[in-house]
């Protein structure tokens, strides 16, 4: 009896405990991007978990995973931010091969931002009824471009200019309902046409303030 009511008192205050001290969530984004918009329109955000080990490999030094629902539209956002490494970026069809996902080759397109136009990665994964629309490139200070080469290039440049440099990867994707991709290639246009500029806002103080317009093709 003294036995069981040991567990049940051990097993209460545990409850008690994570209770009043959950689990920090390491994909809410609690450093730079922090200040994403919850909302963009009629875009509304839901933040997500990460398992550890993945945040783990990920070495950033803040993330941020968030899925956006307009109506029957479903688009996922994931951020990853680095500062002062010249290695901050990574190629996400690894990441959905790694989960079973078919991967079609990645093509580049041009996405109209505001006023500006952004090229970025595109390509579509599908693991049985889950069929998915990818874009992704990668911002940094005066740049945003699909290539990872540059973009290593550009915070390497800053890092050695300045003694200080920061580099985010972006990934927008879209569910595909059915068998036509294309209601979901305009739903994520027209988030990551509301995005672009947002994240401009958003990722200023780790550039002192101020982040350079892109310049024309992302090109540095």
């Known amino acids: 009896m003294r ?11 545990t409850a008690l405990y994570v209770q009043l001290h959950p689990p920090l969530d390491l994909a809410v ?13 009629a875009w509304n955000g839901t933040d997500l978990s990460f398992e550890n080990a993945v945040v783990e490999q990920l070495a950033a030094d803040d993330l941020l995973i968030r899925r956006y629902r307009r109506g029957d539209d479903l688009v996922w ?21 790694s989960q079973g996902y078919l991967v079609d080759p990645a093509t580049r397109v041009t996405l109209d931002a505001g006023t500006e136009r952004l090229t970025a990665n595109r ?29 290593r290039a550009r915070m390497a440049l800053h890092g050695a200019l300045a003694n200080r440099s920061w580099g985010a990867f972006v990934r927008v994707e879209a569910a595909v309902r059915g068998r036509d991709d294309d209601p979901a290639q305009r739903a994520a246009r027209d988030f990551a046409a509301r995005l672009v500029p947002a994240l401009r806002a958003v990722l200023a103080p780790a550039a002192g303030g101020h982040v350079e317009a892109p310049m024309a093709g992302g090109r540095p």
């Open 123 to 151: 390509f579509i994964v599908q693991r049985r009824d889950d069929r998915r629309v990818v874009y992704y490139w990668y911002v940094t200070d005066g740049m945003n471009t699909p290539d990872a080469d540059a973009f």
């Open 29 to 41: 984004g609690r450093g730079a991007l922090a200040r994403c918009p919850a909302a963009f329109g």
């Open 77 to 97: 956002l994931c951020v990853v931010y680095h500062q002062n490494r010249r290695l901050g970026a990574h190629d996400p069809r690894v990441c959905y091969e």
């Open 3 to 13: 036995v069981w009511l040991t567990t049940v008192a051990a097993l209460l205050a």
